[in-house]
């Protein structure tokens, strides 16, 4: 009996072997014109999720959702700074778990592109960098300093030992690995990536790497051992073109397709056209281009992760909603159901389609009324003390805010000037807010009042994301160089700090509450409710009434809000509560008058409270010189290119750039990118532009902002008004540089997209002084 047995379990393992076998032997590779499935031509429709982006719990239906629209493969960022929170200590539970989303992606039928970084980007904080990098003074990320790059073979080496079993050719299902991330627009360093790429190698990777860059930063990175992939919004004819200038042979592919595009604090909701989107998917589809949608699903940046663009400094909004085909909450759009009906065409032969899953329920949670509070002056820990400000790095703080504590003489009224504040400040004297700083608008100043004897300063500097593209990236936070009091006749720098590291978002201080009175709404503080709500029942909490902080539900922190907009509701995942009574803490840096809040069924995201002071047109300008006062006139060809004017050199701190015409003759001007060039052809820097004057925005329908022409997206242009007016040409932007350049030229990238708005004839106007009228 034992021997039959053991021979029918003999039996069943040898049955077992080939469906093994077959499944190690899988392979993936990049052929001559198409990649290659088991050595058959493979088409790639992918879409990029992040499984930091959405609840454990849900991971499966969104993976679901994405199967049911079409796609056979999903995109996933690693973000290095979830992963190795302190140096040497790496986390993979919870919702760290890679190794178990890229399994469950398995189970439902998905292939999956990994994307590890070590720089990731995707408006997350530092890019995805660990933010402990920035305590060491010498620090260049994404460089070969020795310090950054020793980290970065760390955390790869821990990536590889957690996912490099997942690859296809080990039964998995990751079939390519990016190296680095959008290179190009960061530098031409080709020896960086190739050292990227090797040590993905010696962490275990061997399935085909490759990198992705715009159309226009191709050429800076592109190595020829390295399969490259581009990246747009609109026009993949022209975009793949330019791939074919670097990379004549191989299959063609998207790596990053955008259906809409991310929010930022104080700047219009994002959307993207549905048709679009299905028209230009199905030209990639005849081209036989593969593609990855970013985002298939955007999902929420919850705790404190949600990064920044600059210049201009513009922190990013917790939700991720992306416009993207499946919701925030998980749910189909009807962009998500045009994709859909698109790709059913598309499939391969024996392949179907699932059923679309059904949409999460949403619940109204009404008013829920707090009765305690925990006041910040009473809650603070102890401090730390320095002659001179230090930076939240420098108290060994990643997160939240720092309150800096001085005293000032008696005096009459004054200013007090600093360098720069990392990101929103609030001023107060005895207790009493004399003022605001704000780094997105370069406010770095605030007026102090007459005081009849020493008076107590407090600072509270509140971290709103480190900036995540470009080369403002080493952004530490808190109180940047002296503090300066200047009452008009002398100027003394404040000294004798002390510090209160207020840390925030995952871990937060310990605080005492105690009953809500009148008197104890008017100044920073933690308040506190209880309410009951159903479970698994997602709702959105209606912050529009509080004025700017973090959420925590049940000990999770769901994020930042600012009701400058334009959102102005938290996502609340319903697997997050629970049945019965629930915990709600909020957190406001400027205290509350009417502490209530409730949930509602449905998101607002496109509630905008700042379009008149975002306008770089105030009341009094005028723009008032004339042909007569041009140093350069020219004509722009109607062409997506680069577009590049050299000129007599001249030496000026302001500049205007005046559109005169547009090549189809209608009112609109758009530009993407300017580059100013100095004698030597070098780009001048961009990084203390500002814009003083744009005769005309497009604030409402679009984010047709001016500062968008240094933001270095390409994908973001300046617009003129189009929604309810259409002022005609010409059309004036004028741009302080920061201090006097030397300058020789100008380079101007049209938008992107289409040709609406590219400029003509122009006329170019520097000056050492502001223009008058300006």
Known sequence: MIRLKFFFILVCWMLMIPSFAQQSRQTFSIGTEAFLLNGKPYLIRCGEMHYARMPKAYWRHRLKMAKAMGLNTVCAYLFWNIIEKEPGKFTWAGQSDAAAFCRMAQEEGLYVILRPGPYSCAEWEFGGFPWWLLKDKSMSVRTQNPHYLEACRTYLREVGRELAPLQISNGGNIIMVQVENEYGSFGNDREYIGMIRDDLKDAGFTVPFFTCDGPVQLKNDTRPDIFAAVNFGGGPESAFKALREVQPHGPLMCAEYYPGWFDSWGRPHHTGSAQKVVDELKWMLDHKASFSIYMVHGGTTFGTYSGANAPPYLPQTSSYDYDAPIDESGNATPKYYAIRDLLKQYLQEGETLPEVPEATPSQKINNISFTTVAPLWKNLPAPVVSDTALLMEDLDQGFGAVLYQSAIPAGSKATLQFEEVHDFALVYM?????????????????????????????????????????????????????????????????????????????????????????????????????????????????????????????????????????????????????????????????????????????????????????????????????????????????????????????????????????????????????????????????????????????????????????????????????????????????????????????????????????????????????????
Not at 501 to 519: A, D, H, M, R
Request: charged share 25%.
């Open 430 to 774: 005895n207790e009493k807010l004399i003022g605001t700083m704000d780094r997105r608008k370069g406010i770095f100043s605030v007026a102090v009042p007459a005081r009849s004897k020493t008076a107590r300063l407090r600072i509270l500097v509140e971290a709103t994301g480190r900036v995540n593209y470009g080369h403002l990236m080493h952004d530490r936070k808190g109180i940047h160089g002296k503090v300066v009091l200047d009452d008009g006749r002398t100027k003394n720098v404040v000294k004798h700090w002390a510090q209160y590291p207020i840390t925030l978002g995952e871990k937060n201080i310990p605080v005492s509450y105690e009953p809500l009175t009148q008197q104890k709404r008017a100044a920073p503080g933690f308040y506190k409710a209880q309410f009951k709500a159903t479970a698994q029942t997602d709702t959105y909490l209606d912050l529009s009434k509080w004025n700017k902080g973090l959420v925590w539900i049940n000990g999770i922190c769901l994020g930042r809000y600012w009701n400058i907009g334009p959102t102005q509701t938290m996502y609340l995942p319903g697997c997050w509560l629970k049945n019965g009574k629930n915990e709600i803490v909020v957190f406001d840096v400027f205290g509350v008058e009417k502490p209530k809040l409730q949930g509602l069924e449905k998101p607002v995201l496109d509630s905008l409270n700042e379009k008149k002071e975002q306008a770089h047109k105030k009341p009094f300008q005028e723009w008032l010189p004339g042909e007569a006062d041009a140093w350069y006139k020219g004509v722009f060809a109607n062409s997506k290119e680069w577009q590049t004017a050299t000129f007599k050199p001249v030496t000026a701190r302001y500049f205007c750039l005046e559109a005169l015409s547009e090549v189809n003759g209608q009112p609109f001007t758009s530009i993407a990118e300017i580059q100013l060039l100095d004698n030597e052809g070098t780009e001048i820097p961009r990084n203390a532009w500002k814009v003083l004057y744009a005769d005309s925005e497009e604030l409402s329908g679009d984010d047709g902002n001016a500062a968008n022409v240094f933001d270095l997206q390409f994908t973001s242009i300046w617009h003129t008004e189009w929604q309810s007016k259409t002022p005609g040409q010409p059309h004036q932007i004028v741009i302080d540089l920061g201090r006097s350049y030397n300058i020789s030229g100008i380079k101007v990238l049209p938008r992107q997209d289409n040709m609406n708005g590219r400029i003509r004839d122009y006329r170019l106007y520097f000056s050492d002084k502001k223009f008058k009228g300006i």
